[in-house]
């Protein structure tokens, strides 16, 4: 079973924050991704009124996709108004950018949830 969930375990968190070369603070965190207790991909971010995501890893588009709105949908929830996307880089930066989350800088998450088509329901 796929599972998307905020990482709760700061041993981990911190590991990834190392293996990234991000220096971890608070307001800190990590949303990973699993299949049957294998990861799959993570992203770290900095939570305030504006999330600035920090490094994410994820091969598969569709599950970065998925990582990447559950993660948003988790920072709106923690009162995030905004997402900054300055931090990836590389690779990860041009899959994001395929997938359409650089189309406002910061963007706007409710925004970007409300003009995403298939976050609409339909009539």
Not at 6 to 30: D, H, M, R, Y
Not at 53 to 58: F, K, N, T, Y
Request: overall charge negative; aromatic content about 10%.
């Amino acid at each position: 079973m796929l599972q998307m969930k905020p990482v709760e375990e700061n041993t981990q968190i911190l590991e990834w924050f190392q293996k990234e070369g991000i220096s971890f603070e608070k307001g800190c965190g990590a949303f990973s991704i699993e299949e049957r207790g294998a990861l799959l991909g993570y992203c770290l971010f900095h939570l305030g009124r504006t999330m600035r995501i920090l490094a994410v890893h994820c091969e598969e588009a569709a599950l970065l996709d998925g990582l990447m709105r559950a993660t948003l949908n988790h920072g709106s929830l923690s009162q995030a108004e905004t997402a900054d996307f300055s931090a990836v880089s590389g690779q990860m930066r041009e899959k994001l950018d395929q997938l359409g989350y650089f189309q406002k800088n910061p963007l706007p998450i409710e925004w970007f949830f409300a003009a995403c088509k298939p976050c609409r329901s339909n009539p």
